[in-house]
């Protein structure tokens, strides 16, 4: 019996424009659990254009004019060299599945048809493909790729481990862009916008306080800092808040001690154990009775008749 190929790196071979498109189309691959199983239904399709809609699951909208018509230019002189990929939803219906671009620029081009290749899947594979391709085929800012690995791990029900999987990242590549999700919004706007970069932003991420993140943001904008001189930012504000935390420290340990030898001379001063409760700002004291003789001697210590 001859062994069956394996799919490999599940989307790269599905959605593969190489030679090999007409083996994965003979051959069974063997799928594991950390593949996307989206099968193929034929070659290489001349489709009309007009019988495409686009992909509701494409996490980019925005896509830059000035580089579609150069796109679309290139287009009417060459034509398509890289087929788009689509599923069938009906007879002369398809969905897109990846290659946006190509047929936004198609359109501007003029063609009536486009070759495309034709798959099957589910709306879950439609998303997993859409983000996917997207994170491997365009050039996306830091912000995009984080948006999209969070689309991963959220809609798409995966661990992290195999978001590394499926993207070829190891699991620190992908922690670090999500961890650019917890900046604040204008921080996540200037990398969105390429004001700044991750490298940037990957230091000021270190800074837990938000307005000392958006502090060295703005010093970043407005003096052109390097991302050395960032993190030495970082480490200036890491350190302050080391030296602020140990003086707490010593603050708290020296109201204990006077609150401890307060606690001690007024048990001696009621002849019974006097607690005091305090947070060093307010608290409470608490002198317990026995009876009711205790408590009519205490009211006497008090002077309260």
Known sequence: MSKKKALGRG??????????????????????????????ISGINEI???????????????????????????????????????????????????????FQASKIAGLEKIPAYIRSADDQQMLEMALIENIQR????????ALSYQRLLTECNLKQEQLGDRVGKNRATVTN???????????????RDNQLSMGHARAIINVE???????????V?????????????VREFSQQKNLEKQQANVATQQVAREISQLQSKLSSHFSTRVYIKSDGKKGEIKIPFLSVEDLNRILDILRVS
């Open 11 to 40: 989307l790269n071979a599905l959605l593969s424009d190489s030679d090999t498109t007409d083996k994965l189309e003979v051959e069974t691959p063997a799928y594991t659990d950390s593949q996307l199983v989206a099968s193929p």
């Open 48 to 102: 009309p254009v007009s019988h495409i809609e686009t992909n509701p699951f494409q996490p980019r909208t925005h896509f830059d004019e000035l580089a579609l018509l150069e796109l679309a230019e290139s287009i009417k002189v060459h034509g398509i060299i890289q087929p788009i990929t689509v599923r069938r939803l009906a007879e002369n219906q398809y969905q897109l599945i990846s290659g946006e671009r190509r």
């Open 138 to 145: 365009e050039n996306l800012n830091a912000i995009e790729i």
């Open 177 to 191: 862009y999500l961890r650019l999700l917890k900046l604040p919004p204008d921080i996540q706007i200037a990398v």
């Open 209 to 219: 306080n938000p307005d000392q993140q958006l502090y060295i943001y703005k010093k």
């Open 221 to 233: 904008i407005a003096e052109d800092l390097s991302v050395r001189k960032v993190e030495e930012l």
